[in-house]
């Protein structure tokens, strides 16, 4: 039962023959100092993401939850209130529900995807994902855009150094200071399509391969 549970947890998948597709994921939207410019750049460059949101932030900012899905962009669940303490089983119902019914009535979308804030694995929000049957994205490329320190080019190299095919990156569009982020997202788009990469949402990545069941592998 166990190892039916943890194929659902998904940090990297296994493309069909390597192909090099990769997932860029935009986290803690939607956000008005920010998600409308990675939106202008995605938008440019011709790139699809996805995008996982605070509930607490679509009330805010539904128009810019509307834009994300109305550009092709996928979407999912990052619980209502960034909720990274304990949770029994009745929070993390309202948590994840309460989040995925606004999801529906603002853009018309039901998704089945479900990122924990912080990554938290084992304080009670993916053990009631995992039992409604969302998928529990996590990353595998980690571009610590949030960390103090973080640079254009710091965020540009921790991606580049840990990508590869059917990598998930984790970016943040939304909860803060995002400049960082929007200075790297075009160098990094340049620097993955120099290296063949190309771009897929979430749920294409999931339907081009196998769920990779040890994303730390060494790099071929
Ligand atoms: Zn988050």
Redesign the pocket.
């Known amino acids: 039962m166990a190892d039916a549970f943890d194929a659902r947890i998904v940090r990297r998948v296994k493309p069909a023959e390597e192909a090099k597709l990769v997932a860029l994921t935009f986290?803690?939207g939607p956000w008005p100092g920010s998600t409308p410019a990675v939106l202008d750049i995605l938008a440019h460059e011709g790139v699809k993401a996805t995008f996982f949101w605070v509930g607490q932030h679509l009330e805010r900012y539904p128009d810019l939850a509307r834009r994300v899905v109305a550009e092709g962009h996928a979407v999912g669940n990052?619980t209502y209130s960034?909720r990274s303490a304990a949770s029994p089983a009745e929070v993390a119902a309202e948590e994840i529900g309460r989040t995925n019914a606004l999801i529906e009535e603002l853009t018309g979308v039901r998704t089945t995807l479900f990122r924990p804030?912080?990554g938290h694995l084992k304080n009670g929000l993916v053990k009631h994902a995992l039992e409604q049957g969302y998928v529990v994205v996590m990353w595998s490329a980690l571009s610590d855009d949030t960390k103090p320190g973080a640079d254009a080019a710091s965020i540009v190299h921790n991606v580049m150094g840990r990508v590869r095919p059917g990598s998930i990156v984790l970016l943040h569009d939304g909860?803060g200071d995002r400049a960082r982020t929007l200075e790297a997202l075009p160098l990094l788009i340049e620097r993955l399509r120099a290296e063949g990469y190309r771009f897929v949402t979430v749920p294409e990545l999931l339907e081009s391969g196998e769920v990779d069941t040890n994303p730390w592998a060494a790099r071929p």
């Open positions: 986290d803690d990052h960034h804030p912080g909860g």
